[in-house]
């Protein structure tokens, strides 16, 4: 590798923070520390379980934090300055992280965000752009300010979605996409080489945070937005509707769908309490 080492703590939590380590990774960078939010309980059993980026920490020596607070955090403000840090990388990392840790690496903190800034700000970018149909989108890395998304660009990817997949597989596209452009833009940056460019606010979008309930399709509504909605909350929380079986209501997981002729067709699903099936296995029991 031809660039000097770069010392540099990463910020990240999901599956999305593990692609652009991965990618980095292969290109010769390798973080000093990663903080990641706290392990939360999953699953049905609410099993206590290690946040990826904390297994994939584990997996490559590199020591962990996860702090529960990062505001008036005394110790971990004196832990990150020690470390002399020449940049701070963050990718879905889950919190707000305050200006005072922003600015302790001479280099700042940079910000890998799956939408081409400033459109779709905020906490869902993937997920909004299946939402809203929104196929030319991409990756940005931009310098954190204390607002959200909000900072200036360093270096954008457009990226033309063909078809919808599901999230995750346009996670990871954007995840391999951002962490080579991050490989890119990093010796640059530490070289004083890249100029800063101010995001025109007055374009700015923004998506919100998802919750639960978001998921559930109207059957009766309009097909390819069913469609969209089936590939934008996959993997979580998963596309569901309520049925109606033998003076049951019951609540079925949608796993896929397709979009064909004009029609929204469930290929695979999860009833309550059962296991994945077909569409068709699940069509013959009911009564």
Request: charged share 30%.
């Amino acid at each position: 590798m031809n660039h000097e080492p770069i010392k540099f703590v990463f910020w990240g939590t999901s599956e999305f923070s593990v692609y652009i380590l991965d990618s980095l990774k292969s290109k010769g960078f390798l973080p000093s520390l990663i903080i990641s939010t706290p392990d939360k309980p999953q699953g049905r059993k609410l099993e206590i379980k290690p946040t990826l980026t904390k297994i994939w920490a584990e997996e490559n020596n590199i020591p962990v934090l996860q702090p529960e607070k990062l505001k008036e955090n005394d110790e971990l403000f004196r832990n990150l300055s020690s470390l002399n840090s020449d940049v701070f990388i963050v990718a879905s990392y889950g919190k707000i992280i305050p200006d005072v840790l922003l600015n302790i690496p001479k280099y700042k903190t940079l910000n890998v965000h799956p939408s081409l800034l400033p459109k779709l700000r905020g906490p869902s970018p993937i997920e909004t752009a299946i939402l809203k149909d929104i196929k030319k989108t991409g990756v940005s890395i931009m310098r954190l300010d204390k607002e959200m998304d909000h900072g200036p660009l360093l270096a954008q990817v457009e990226y033309n979605v063909p078809e919808w997949p599901k999230k995750e597989e346009l996670e990871k596209t954007f995840g391999e996409i951002g962490g080579e452009l991050l490989a890119n833009v990093l010796p640059k940056w530490i070289a004083d080489e890249i100029e800063e460019i101010e995001q025109d606010h007055s374009k700015a979008t923004y998506c919100v945070k998802i919750e639960k309930q978001d998921a559930l399709l109207d059957l009766a509504a309009n097909p390819y937005e069913n469609f969209r909605k089936v590939k934008a909350y996959s993997g979580w929380p998963n596309a569901f509707f309520f049925l109606e079986n033998d003076g049951k209501k019951i609540r079925v997981v949608v796993k896929d769908a397709k979009y064909e002729n004009g029609d929204f067709i469930i290929t695979r699903v999860i009833p309550e309490g059962k296991k994945e099936m077909s569409r068709d296995d699940f069509m013959r029991g009911i009564k």
